[in-house]
């Protein structure tokens, strides 16, 4: 593959029933093109708890996985409230979310600790006020 694959999805904000429809089309994508179980379990994880922050957090956004020859790209990108603390929001159990939505069974604050978990690298770009880009590496 001398290009690399972009595969492009929208994730709507607020709408639960929905959450995770990018990471299972990426997860049929990536096994269509052949990759390994394990390859695709950890991409399909690190995407689907971004999913979830953006669901939650931030009314939505975008997410790009990019598939090159020896590694696969996601790119979660959002226009939400950005993150003041990203260390604190990277410790485990750690949430902001709201009572009502931790009632549904998300925002145990384990999103970003699995998403750094499951990459073998991870970028936060974050802006209070203005959104935050994640950029994620799985190596193949």
Do not use: C, W
Request: net charge negative; aromatic share 8%; glycine share 12%.
């Amino acid at each position: 593959m001398s290009v690399p694959l972009k595969f492009h999805y929208i994730v709507s904000g607020g709408d639960f029933t929905s959450a995770g429809n990018a990471s299972v089309q990426a997860k049929k994508a990536l096994r269509q093109l052949g990759f390994d179980p394990e390859t695709i379990r950890r991409v399909s994880i690190a995407m689907y708890e971004g999913e979830i922050n953006m669901v939650i957090h931030a009314d939505g956004g975008t997410a790009d996985i990019i598939v090159y020859p020896d590694y696969i790209e996601i790119i979660l990108a959002d226009k939400g409230p950005g993150i003041p603390d990203v260390e604190l929001a990277m410790q485990a159990g750690y949430s902001t979310a709201p009572d009502n939505i931790r009632s549904l069974g998300f925002g145990a604050g384990m999103g970003l600790p699995n998403m750094k978990r499951y990459t073998d690298d991870m970028q936060i770009d974050t802006v209070v006020g203005e959104g935050t880009t994640i950029t994620m590496r799985v190596n193949t």
